[in-house]
């Protein structure tokens, strides 16, 4: 079985016929035919039913159709993911980076990202640390060639409004809030949550609201903030005894970080998780290039 096998039934499937994906995929209808039987052959069944108006999928072809989108998708990304390598290694970056972040993202998407920085520019020497908003935003200012990552509640109108003149805040992705809790806690059963049903309960501020307790439903509730921290061990603890909440978002469920809770969304459109990469605007072209270069990686992970 080879790709080019199941890059054109993808094709066919999508367009409705034989006809009209030959013209789509620039392959006579003949060669296009005997791939798809060559396909069907080596798998031992029919994936496609063909008749006189085209050609739609068998139930087997289902199944085959999910996975080949999988497969060719996966593919790619290895091809992109290579060339990226080989782009690299021809650049030869070198040098040294201080990396700031945010330990929501630390804990969540850092780790998958460093590995895949390493592989793709070996020669640079990269220093990751774990800080707080306003921290990481003072290194960057004091520090042409840093670069920091916050995950930072939008709601926030005193941080917004204390960024030093030199510094850059580039918006990357936003994120609904979810809240964390034991799955013994009496809203686990709930579908989503309500600002008003999360205010009778202590509040755990994991990073996300600075060292100070501030956090994204000050505005909205009068909440009993119990613990504020980076420290995601004393945040578990907490939440295994019973009823107290933490601030989630969507990346810690599908890395499987605080796993052993339930994660539910909080109805509140208007407030959101916003991921920025702050940089010092006065930095070179060589210290922006590294930066540039790792944000490219980490932003396939947002």
Do not use: W
């Amino acid at each position: 079985m080879k790709i080019e096998q199941l890059e054109y039934f993808i094709e066919v499937v999508k367009a409705g016929s034989i006809n009209a994906a030959s013209k789509e995929a620039y392959i006579s209808q003949q060669n296009l035919n005997k791939s798809l039987h060559s396909l069907e052959d080596e798998l031992g069944f029919d994936i496609l039913n063909r008749t006189r108006r085209g050609v739609s999928l068998t139930e087997e072809g289902e199944v085959v159709f999910n996975a080949a989108q999988a497969i060719v998708a996966r593919f790619e990304q290895m091809q992109d993911q290579v060339r990226r390598m080989k782009s690299a290694k021809e650049n030869a970056l070198s040098g040294r980076m201080n990396i700031h972040i945010s330990p929501m993202l630390s804990i969540s998407i850092l780790p998958m990202v460093y590995v895949d920085y390493m592989h793709a520019y070996p020669d640079v020497q990269v220093y990751c640390q774990e800080k707080y908003r306003d921290q990481i935003v003072r290194e960057v200012s004091l520090h042409t060639g840093d670069v920091g990552f916050i995950l930072v509640p939008n709601t926030l109108d005193a941080f917004f409004a204390d960024i030093p003149a030199n510094v850059h805040m580039e918006r990357l992705n936003t994120y609904p809030i979810y809240m964390a809790m034991s799955p013994r806690h009496p809203l686990a059963q709930q579908r989503s949550l309500s600002v008003q049903s999360i205010a009778d309960y202590p509040l755990i501020v994991y990073e996300a609201g600075g060292s100070t307790g501030i956090h994204a439903f000050q505005k909205m509730a009068d909440m009993h903030v119990v613990l504020s921290t980076n420290n995601c061990f004393m945040c578990e603890e907490l939440l295994r005894e019973g009823e107290a909440l933490m601030y989630s978002y969507p990346k810690y469920i599908g890395r499987r970080v605080f796993a052993d809770f339930v994660h539910l969304p909080v109805n509140a459109k208007n407030v959101q998780f916003e991921l920025y990469m702050v940089y010092n605007k006065e930095a070179t072209n060589k210290e922006r290039c590294l930066i540039n270069s790792f944000s490219g990686i980490l932003q396939q992970y947002l």
